[in-house]
């Protein structure tokens, strides 16, 4: 019988400060991008919430809120629940079969980072999704008033050679984007 091996903590116990929190949920840089979220959530392996969305082509993005961005999500999950509500509310009184819940879209202006995951499914045939990673955001409320999120990235600004800057060049939207399609960059 082999002997019990403790499993390895990737994370440290203790409180981890946000400029390295930031630097491994930006790698890529920070570009600015409106995307319209639906009322889909789940949550990641690491314990952060997720919502679905859909960016200016159509194409179906797992929005993340990760790390001590977390607690901010709470509003923008109530105006979300709150949407399919009236929807459902909506549906009942006019009595039809319940809307597709992609058609119920609130668009919210995000500030964050792609990152293109790939997963084989059981058929061993590799999938391509998009995740944006999120750090800030702002949406409008059902009462018309502009709500705004998050915090906005610390990355450190440390000088780069010319084969380190094209290998750890900022990732654009054209980088993930089907249609290729070019989000703004912004300076660190």
Same mark, same amino acid.
């Given at each position: 019988m082999p002997p019990d091996i403790p499993r390895i903590d990737r994370r440290a116990r203790g409180a981890v400060a +946000?400029?390295?929190? %930031? *630097?491994?949920l930006f790698k890529g840089g920070v570009i600015q991008v409106q995307l319209a979220l639906v009322p889909v959530f789940g949550t990641t392996s @690491? $314990? %952060?919430? =997720?919502?679905r969305g859909f960016n200016a082509d159509g194409t179906e993005v797992t929005v993340v809120f990760a790390g001590r961005r977390r607690p901010h999500f709470q509003a923008l999950y109530t105006q979300l629940r709150y949407m399919y509500a009236q929807a459902q509310h909506k549906d009942v009184l006019l009595g039809v079969k319940m809307r597709d819940i992609n058609s119920i879209q609130l668009p919210v202006q995000c500030e964050g980072s792609w990152r293109a995951q790939r997963q084989q499914d059981e058929q061993g045939q590799e999938q391509r999704s998009l995740h944006f990673m999120v750090a800030r955001w702002a949406f409008q409320a059902h009462d018309g008033q502009t709500l705004k999120f998050g915090t906005a +990235? #610390? #990355? *450190? =600004?440390?000088? /780069?050679?010319?084969?380190e800057a094209k290998r750890d @060049? +900022?990732? *654009?939207? *054209? %980088?993930?984007? +089907?249609? $290729? @399609? /070019?989000g703004t960059v912004f300076g660190r």
């Open positions: +946000p400029e390295y929190e %930031d *630097s491994g @690491r $314990g %952060d919430c =997720s919502a +990235p #610390l #990355l *450190s =600004s440390k000088p /780069q050679g010319t084969a @060049r +900022p990732l *654009s939207y *054209s %980088d993930v984007s +089907p249609a $290729g @399609r /070019q």
